[in-house]
């Protein structure tokens, strides 16, 4: 069964202190790892997707990378404005469209 | 701005009641998948459409349903409401199967 853990559950920040989130996958054939954004209440906000081993994508302040077990999103001298929970979810190959998702990194940048 | 608007935002129901909750999909998608979210969980496959078929279900009972129309529309249906069926339901279409899925807003739902 395909899977997804992320960690940590939750990561306190201080405004520029720079950092990483770390999401781990187990999936029969990877077609896609995707990271989305979730402020509270409203649904997730489409960051990154990432296919294949050795793929880095950026944004901003953000930058994914993935290898074949996990997927990294690095945050560089975060603001407060990042502050958020951070989804990652996985699309096998083969099979359904779905998405499996972790349960999301919870994200507080301080001034 | 994903395009993907829902209807309504918050609704509250009581235990055995049937809802429906509605979806615009941005012009061009092609597919629409629903999920429903917990408290501090990540987002749990319901189904998906494609071009108004069934794609794809994941381990929902059949008590939640929907249909997908040529306007880019659809609807979650779901009847006999237990108190577990709270939660935050989202909406996510994409141009083509496989291709990245955009969310909307998600529609609140209380089960009293």
């Known amino acids: 069964e395909d899977q997804v853990t992320q960690s940590p559950e939750a990561l306190r920040l201080q405004e520029g202190e720079s950092s990483s989130l770390n999401c781990s996958y187990t999936?029969?054939?990877?077609?896609?790892l995707f990271w989305y954004r979730q402020d509270p209440g409203k649904g997730p906000e489409f960051l990154f997707t990432?296919?294949?081993a050795g793929e880095e994508k950026e944004k901003e302040r953000l930058k994914a990378t993935l290898t074949k077990k996990e997927s990294f999103l690095h945050i560089t001298a975060p603001k407060p404005e990042d502050s958020a929970t951070y989804l990652c979810a996985v699309q096998a190959r083969s099979g359904s469209e779905k998405l499996v998702f972790g349960k999301g990194t919870k994200l507080t940048v301080n001034p | 701005e994903t395009g993907v608007t829902q209807s309504p935002t918050h609704l509250i129901k009581t235990r055995g009641q049937q809802v429906t909750l509605r979806c615009s999909s941005q012009?061009?998608?092609?597919?629409v998948s629903w999920y429903q979210q917990a408290l501090g969980q990540g987002p749990q496959f319901i189904f998906q459409y494609y071009r108004e078929e069934e794609n794809g279900r994941g381990n929902f009972p059949p008590r939640f349903s929907g249909l997908q129309f040529p306007n880019y529309s659809s609807e979650l249906n779901v009847n006999a409401l237990e108190l577990d069926d709270s939660a935050l339901y989202l909406c996510?279409?994409?141009?083509?199967?496989?291709?990245?899925?955009?969310f909307g807003p998600g529609t609140r739902l209380t089960v009293l």
């Open positions: 012009s061009g998608h092609n597919t």
């Open positions: 999936v029969s054939g990877l077609r896609g």
């Open positions: 990432l296919y294949s």
């Open positions: 996510a279409s994409g141009p083509a199967q496989g291709d990245t899925q955009y």
